[in-house]
């Protein structure tokens, strides 16, 4: 038992340390570009307009009188005293109009282009500490003690190979 704690203990002081890589700053270039586009499409619409109502009456001493609009509905007559009465009335329906309705689209479209640099890692050669060294020569101090203590089983083993 007190074999197995002393070999652990060894093990443990003669532990190696992993190597620290140094690296250089990894500084990236961004490029940025934005592309804007504009575009109108033209579509067949119908447009309801709704006329107002509109009144237009004249009277004049003449036998004939002419009042027109575009959409709307007239009435003469010739009054008791001779003169002539002419009264005009619009519509008030709706009207369907056709016309073109426009439909813009804006797209913008962004580029992006990076360039990364690759880590590289860089050896700095430098002293090792006293710790690192013990350990690098602790190592082979417990190997040398374990073969010390467990000398009566391995010395059989190797002999039966050979």
């Not at 709706?94 to 804006?106: A, C, N, S």
């Not at 050896?123 to 040398?144: H, P, S």
Request: charged share 30%; glycine share 2%; aromatic share 6%.
């Amino acid at each position: 038992m007190r074999t197995l704690i002393l070999c652990l203990i060894i093990g443990l002081l003669s532990a190696c340390c992993p190597c620290k890589h140094l690296t250089t700053s990894t500084g990236t270039r961004d490029s940025l570009h934005v592309e804007i586009r504009h575009r109108t499409i033209w579509i067949p619409d119908t447009v309801r307009v709704q006329l107002p109502a509109e009144r237009i009456e004249q009277t004049v001493r003449q036998d004939s009188s002419h009042l027109e609009t575009s959409a709307a509905v007239s009435d003469a007559r010739i009054n008791p005293d001779g003169s002539l009465s002419h009264s005009l009335e619009n519509k008030t329906d709706d009207r369907e109009i056709p016309t073109q309705r426009p439909i813009e689209y804006r797209d913008s479209i962004v580029y992006r282009d990076r360039e990364v640099e690759v880590e590289k890692i860089v050896e700095v050669e430098r002293k090792l500490t006293w710790w690192q060294q013990t350990q690098i020569r602790g190592f082979w101090v417990a190997i040398i003690i374990i073969l010390v203590l467990l000398r009566k089983k391995i010395f059989p083993l190797i002999r039966r190979f050979i």
